[in-house]
């Protein structure tokens, strides 16, 4: 039996000043360090579990910007590929944001999370991470890196920025304008602070001061630093959150190996396609085909428009369903059922939901009639 193994970095760039103000994917202020465990929470159960202090458990399932959460729909895929004959191992890693509260799941075959709040982010690299992907390589498993990184894209822009020498814009997940000139700003005044000081992009000097970074950039440079040339890496599901690390790797001369990046098309279809010049020919970078427009349900349909386009590993799933033989239908009946008993939870939790659910059910229960 082939194993599919997801495994996902979960952090939270909680030094950047008024982080809820700068991305959609967090709850709100001083709550934003737990959207990468509650996301994990999904993904294995079903459901989040960690609590949201000051906030109810009511609201419609979506996101405020009519999407769906990315978490639910790579749990969809997973457990496409569950239902398909494919042994599934989740492992999640989490840098100084809660660990995952989850129960035991007859789906995964492994169900492990590491981590936790004031962890050591080095140990957790050396002990756990860097081991389990080894293992994972040395079984010939399929091994998909995902990450969960909220605030990260700021950092991740920086380093580009400074790398390539390209003004890429900040968007990260949000299209706010106020959230985006937050972040500009911010953005603005962390190249000041570094420039004062270095001229050039150092990569020791940016992993040696937390104004510079994130937990998660930091593993996946730590990783590939010590990662086996014998051995294939892990495929990278996300986009500029591996990006960055990546290419200051291979800069920084501690990656020598091809990189396998697989995201979605809307990612590319943004600043992400001016990356693709500074790979090498043997890196592979691929994006999903499947057309969310071919879906009914208007939380679908958002991510064609790029309301939401990335996160949890979702591109790094699609793009393996895809490669794996899984039709575009098969592929977004999955996504639909993963919604549709997504929001049935918060219809149970809000009965007046029901009416403005009940077009969009009524769509998915003819489409998988016909």
């Known amino acids: 039996m082939k194993t ?16 809820h103000q700068l991305s959609d994917a967090g709850a709100g202020q001083n709550l934003m360090h737990l959207t990468p465990t509650r996301d994990t929470e999904l993904i294995v159960c079903g459901q989040s579990q960690t609590p949201l202090p000051g906030l109810s458990a009511r609201g419609n399932g979506l996101l405020p910007n009519r999407g769906i959460s990315p978490a639910v729909l790579s749990r969809g895929l997973l457990k496409m590929f569950y239902q398909a004959g494919y042994q599934i191992e989740f492992n999640s890693f989490n840098f100084n944001v809660p660990k995952p509260q989850v129960t035991e799941q007859d789906w995964l075959s492994i169900n492990q999370h590491f ?10 690299v050396n002990q756990q991470l860097l081991p389990t992907l080894i293992s994972q390589a040395e079984r010939g498993c399929i091994s998909i890196l995902a990450e969960c990184g909220v605030g990260g894209t700021t950092f991740s822009t920086f380093w580009l920025r400074m790398l390539t020498g390209l003004r890429l814009s900040p968007a990260g ?16 005044q962390i190249e000041q602070t570094y420039q004062a000081e270095n001229p050039i992009f150092n990569l020791d000097v940016i992993l040696g001061d937390t104004r510079f970074h994130d937990d998660i950039q930091k593993a996946i440079c730590g990783l590939v630093r010590q990662w086996p040339s014998s051995l294939s890496l892990p495929h990278f599901a996300g986009g500029m959150m591996f990006v960055a690390p990546l290419l200051a790797s291979r800069e920084a001369k501690h990656l020598n190996q091809a990189v396998k990046i697989s995201t979605t098309r809307w990612v590319l279809q943004g600043d992400g396609f001016h990356l693709l010049n500074h790979f090498n020919a043997n890196d592979e970078i691929n994006a999903n085909a499947t057309s969310f427009n071919a879906s009914r349900l208007e939380c679908l349909n958002v991510y064609e428009q790029g309301v939401v386009v990335e996160g949890c590993g979702l591109g790094g ?54």
Do not use: M, W, Y
Not at 5 to 15: E, K, P, V
Not at 339 to 358: A, C, D, Q, R, W
């Open 317 to 370: 799933c699609l793009v393996i369903a895809e490669a794996l033989g899984f039709s575009e239908q098969q592929i977004i009946a999955s996504l639909e059922q993963a919604v549709e008993l997504h929001i049935n939870h918060f219809i149970n939790l809000s009965p007046s939901l029901e009416e403005h659910f009940s077009l969009q059910r009524k769509a998915l229960l003819e489409r998988n009639i016909a």
């Open 4 to 19: 599919i193994c997801f495994n996902i970095l979960n952090g939270a760039a909680t030094q950047l000043p008024s982080l």
């Open 173 to 188: 997940s949000t299209l706010d304008k106020n959230k985006l000139a937050s972040k500009s700003q911010i953005l603005v």
């Open 115 to 124: 981590g936790g709040v004031n962890c050591n982010g080095d140990q957790l």
